[in-house]
């Protein structure tokens, strides 16, 4: 029956079977369907929510992306000729050659560097000697640990060995510049050996006019704070006619001040040949401790404490190798990144790479969290769920058409012709919606499968249509 009547019904308006294949305009409109791609709601509705979940995820792994390192940062540091200048000058070298740039203003010690901490937000980072500051709890400051030690020295002229502070009474003191720290200790030590603090005799000079001051004869005694390898200690050490006080006393020094603590200068330590000295000093001494602002950047922190590693790690003459950097002094509250230092060493990504990419790879990773938690998902979950989208177009006529030949196994035998013809009627309306799906092309072929399908459904009520006219 080619295009003729079954049981006197018309013929199908858009019949599918490949026998029909002369029908172009059919076919013209399946391929123009097929070919279509997909609908402007179609994409709404599958890439908007994804992109709106890709935003959310970005928007919030930002919140956790710290502010790129700063490429300038500001240390308070001391008088010329101190240690704390001497060292600010070697960490300036050392994060220059990390792109980091450090200005080093000189100040006159330990307490004016805590003052511009406390009150200059310019100033980032400084040296600040134990005993100075005193706030464990402190929200604002936080300490990178213990760099070195600063032995209080005690340089006299005159030809006997000095064992007590007090044996200095009536003698002109240098204590140092106003502000400083080593001004600070030297009154604190000359109070509790029975000084006033007002007497004429302690002049406030410090650092290489000091040295020069004592040399000439002008004082006759300079108290210095400062690491071994401070020009101002180094000068001295190696100055015929300056001795070193033996603080016969340290171990009693310690117990009305906690913040110091017994060394001993061993004999010889400062020339083997001339055997300078020629007997162990005993000296007390602070720590010398790293300080910085609490919201520092933590890669700075880091970085401060890989290069003070080679700074400070090496043997001297009151220390063995490796002692510091080490948080020894609790004064003020651990930097959480210097915690982290301590435990387990520089971040894994700054121990192999320069610091400007580590940070940045540092800070990229938190951007490919939502790429890893949600992007890569996506891509695999939303191509899936376009194809069942596209392909549930076809399926719905599949379910229709299985319908329909259920009906047909249900219909008596032999069937009548009004059952035949409302069964092709159906059948022609499921290819006539099948026919109209827009897909794209590369689902094209699921609708020639289900015109196929359609075909053999049609085949079997061509039979039965045979069969009951009795063809």
Not at 39 to 49: F, Q, T, Y
Not at 173 to 179: E, M, Q, R, T
Not at 394 to 401: I, P, S
Request: charged letters at 20%.
């Amino acid at each position: 029956m080619q295009g003729g009547n079954i049981c006197g019904l018309p013929p199908p308006r858009r019949p599918s079977h490949p026998e029909f294949a002369g029908d172009s305009r059919a076919m013209r409109r399946l391929t123009r369907s097929s070919s279509d791609a997909p609908s402007r709601r179609d994409l709404l509705i599958l890439a908007l929510p994804a992109l709106i979940l890709i935003i959310a995820a970005f928007a919030l792994a930002w919140q956790f992306v710290r502010p790129a390192a700063p490429k300038r940062i500001v240390m308070s540091t001391g008088a010329a000729g101190g240690a704390y200048h001497y060292f600010g000058e070697r960490y300036r070298e050392k994060l220059a050659q990390d792109g980091i740039e450090v200005e080093l203003r000189p100040s006159s010690g330990a307490v004016e560097n805590l003052r511009r901490l406390k009150t200059d937000d310019s100033v980032d980072v400084g040296f600040i000697q134990g005993g100075i500051a005193n706030e464990p709890e402190s929200e604002d400051l936080a300490t990178l640990g213990s760099m070195y030690l600063e032995p209080v020295w005690v340089f006299h002229r005159g030809p006997a060995d000095l064992d007590r502070v007090a044996q200095l009474r009536g003698r002109r003191i240098a204590v140092g510049l106003s502000g400083s720290g080593a001004q600070l200790f030297a009154l604190q030590l000359l109070a509790a050996n029975g000084f006033v603090t007002n007497d004429p005799n302690l002049r406030p000079i410090g650092g290489m006019d000091a040295v020069e001051a004592l040399k000439r004869g002008e004082v006759d005694a300079f108290f210095v704070v400062g690491a071994p390898q401070a020009p101002v200690v180094s000068a001295l050490l190696h100055t015929e006619g300056i001795k070193l006080l033996n603080f016969a006393q340290a171990d009693g020094y310690g117990r009305h001040f906690p913040h110091l603590d017994k060394v001993t200068l061993p004999r010889g330590a400062i020339d083997i040949r001339t055997d300078q000295p020629p007997r162990d000093i005993q000296l007390v001494a602070a720590t010398a401790n790293l300080v910085v602002k609490a919201d520092i950047h933590p890669a700075i922190v880091t970085l401060l404490l890989k290069h003070a590693r080679e700074i400070h790690s090496a043997p001297g003459l009151l220390q063995a190798a490796n002692a510091f950097p080490k948080p020894l002094d609790h004064a003020l509250p651990l930097h959480p990144s210097a915690q982290r230092f301590y435990e387990s060493g520089p971040p894994f990504l700054q121990r192999y790479l320069p610091f400007w990419l580590a940070v940045l790879i540092d800070r990229l990773f938190v951007m490919l969290l939502p790429l890893i938690a949600v992007v890569i998902p996506l891509s695999r979950v939303l191509p899936a769920l376009y194809n069942w989208r596209m392909r549930s177009r076809v399926y719905r006529w599949y379910g229709e058409l299985k319908f329909l030949e259920a009906e047909i196994d249900r219909d008596p035998t032999p069937p009548t012709a009004d059952n035949v013809a409302r069964f092709l009627a159906r059948l022609d309306r499921i290819e006539e919606h099948a026919t109209h799906r827009k897909l794209p092309l590369a689902f094209s072929n699921e609708l020639y499968t289900l015109r196929e399908h359609i075909a053999l459904v049609r085949s079997r009520l061509r039979a039965l249509t045979e069969t009951a006219t009795g063809a």
